[in-house]
């Protein structure tokens, strides 16, 4: 059984940065891909980004390609969404969650593991 614990967001400024955090319990994460997800009022939930079990391969929508970067450190069961220059349109609750397979994309009914998310405002 593996839990995942989203830690990291908060209200910030467009243009500013923020690190959410992935912690997961359980000896099987590390065998498994991550993924960050996120969802606004009125939307679909949508693929942000993907790390593959050991962290070599990474996936990135369109929509945030070049501006977030996703990382996994086993050692420390915790993968990390690192977010730059951010916009108002990436407000949304993100969430991470843990499958077994590719870095991405994939979608969110197909994780093993879900986590209960984090709240990212961006003002204007």
């Known amino acids: 059984q593996v839990q995942l614990v989203e830690s990291g967001g908060g209200l910030v400024q467009a243009g500013d940065s923020l690190r959410l955090s992935c912690a997961a319990s359980?000896?099987?994460?590390?065998?498994?891909?991550t993924g960050w997800f996120r969802q606004s009022p009125g939307k679909e939930r949508e693929f942000v980004a993907g790390?593959?079990?050991?962290?070599?391969?990474?996936y990135y929508a369109d929509s945030v390609k070049g501006r977030f970067t996703i990382s996994k450190d086993n050692a420390k069961n915790t993968v990390y969404l690192q977010m730059t220059n951010l916009i108002p349109e990436d407000t949304a609750v993100y969430s991470c969650?843990?499958?077994?397979?590719?870095?991405?994309?994939?979608?969110?009914?197909?994780?093993?593991?879900w986590g209960q998310g984090t709240q990212v405002t961006v003002s204007s």
């Open positions: 359980g000896r099987t994460f590390s065998s498994r891909a």
């Open positions: 969650a843990a499958r077994a397979g590719r870095a991405g994309p994939w979608r969110w009914e197909e994780a093993d593991y």
């Open positions: 790390v593959s079990w050991n962290g070599r391969n990474t």
